[in-house]
């Protein structure tokens, strides 16, 4: 590969511009769209702290890569880890230097909440069953929080945007982890499917989409939002994680899982949708 498309191949740049999208539809939401330079700010910190955390991840999994992913940029050999390491350091300085431009309550979320927990994910957060799950979901919901209190100084109305990228990121991370439980387990990494095996982490993963599929109608029954938001949650995002529940008890497998993983990141795509009509 190209080394050019292996620098943006190991930030994950999918997973990037659903970061920027989370950023602009806060931005919408908050009718915050002409505020042009704070979205592009908030945007640049978003994608900086992500991408170096993605990098960082890579570092420390590079021998499960080896055996769940290795035509990934480190285990391919295609950059070095050096290479990573000082590619890592400069989108985080990155960040840090941008995200000072913004509100003092932007800065602290960034800071002393998202940044912290962004670092302590893979050597920490990831090795404790569903605390590392959990952990990414949150970092996810509180790009919604950061954006809103870079673009107004507070935060009040994104949280159920955030709780809903918190529900969806929770499930996506649990079906990833079953679908990489081989490398996890030759790398001693301590998952819940690790620790109890397929079959319930699959039972947890049904009982997690029942749960946030009813949970997320709490907002249209409390007339926060109305019916474009509940037919757009409905046919975009339950329906498809309902139908996932059904793929998975026929194919209760790690190749079942790591289809229904891929799905779930348009079935996210399908929830961004659903937060940006919740102001129709």
């Given at each position: 590969?190209?080394?050019?498309?292996?620098?943006?191949?190991?930030?994950?740049?999918?997973?990037?511009?659903?970061?920027?999208?989370?950023?602009?539809?806060?931005?919408?939401?908050?009718?915050?769209?002409?505020?042009?330079?704070?979205?592009?700010?908030?945007?640049?910190?978003?994608?900086?702290?992500?991408?170096?955390?993605?990098?960082?991840?890579?570092?420390?999994?590079?021998?499960?890569?080896?055996?769940?992913?290795?035509?990934?940029?480190?285990?391919?050999?295609?950059?070095?880890?050096?290479?990573?390491?000082?590619?890592?350091?400069?989108?985080?300085?990155?960040?840090?230097?941008?995200?000072?431009?913004?509100p003092e309550l932007a800065i602290e979320i960034a800071l002393v909440v998202v940044l912290p927990t962004l670092v302590l994910y893979t050597p920490l957060y990831k090795r404790i069953p569903l605390i590392g799950n959990m952990a990414v979901a949150a970092v996810l919901g509180m790009v919604f929080l950061f954006s809103e209190a870079a673009f107004t100084g507070t935060v009040s109305t994104m949280w159920v945007p955030a709780w809903l990228a918190f529900g969806l990121t929770f499930i996506r991370e649990l079906v990833k982890d079953i679908e990489d439980i081989e490398g996890d387990k030759?790398?001693?990494?301590?998952?819940?499917?690790?620790?109890?095996?397929?079959?319930?982490?699959?039972?947890?993963?049904?009982?997690?989409?029942?749960?946030?599929?009813?949970?997320?109608?709490?907002?249209?029954?409390?007339?926060?939002?109305?019916?474009?938001?509940?037919?757009?949650?409905?046919?975009?995002?339950?329906?498809?994680?309902?139908?996932?529940?059904?793929?998975?008890w026929k194919n209760p497998t790690s190749s079942g899982c790591a289809m229904i993983s891929r799905a779930t990141k348009w079935i996210t795509l399908g929830g961004m949708v659903t937060i940006l009509c919740s102001s129709l």
């Open positions: 590969m190209n080394p050019f498309f292996s620098y943006i191949n190991i930030l994950r740049p999918l997973n990037l511009i659903f970061s920027a999208l989370s950023v602009i539809i806060a931005a919408y939401l908050t009718q915050s769209l002409n505020q042009t330079a704070t979205i592009i700010n908030a945007v640049i910190v978003v994608v900086t702290f992500a991408g170096a955390s993605n990098i960082l991840n890579d570092i420390f999994d590079i021998n499960i890569d080896r055996k769940n992913q290795p035509h990934r940029p480190l285990p391919s050999g295609e950059i070095s880890v050096w290479a990573a390491l000082v590619y890592m350091v400069a989108l985080y300085f990155a960040g840090i230097y941008m995200v000072f431009n913004l030759l790398d001693g990494v301590r998952t819940f499917p690790v620790i109890f095996g397929v079959e319930k982490s699959l039972y947890l993963a049904y009982l997690l989409i029942i749960i946030f599929c009813v949970l997320w109608w709490i907002p249209y029954y409390h007339n926060l939002y109305g019916n474009i938001y509940a037919m757009t949650l409905l046919f975009a995002v339950e329906i498809p994680l309902i139908l996932s529940i059904f793929f998975l």
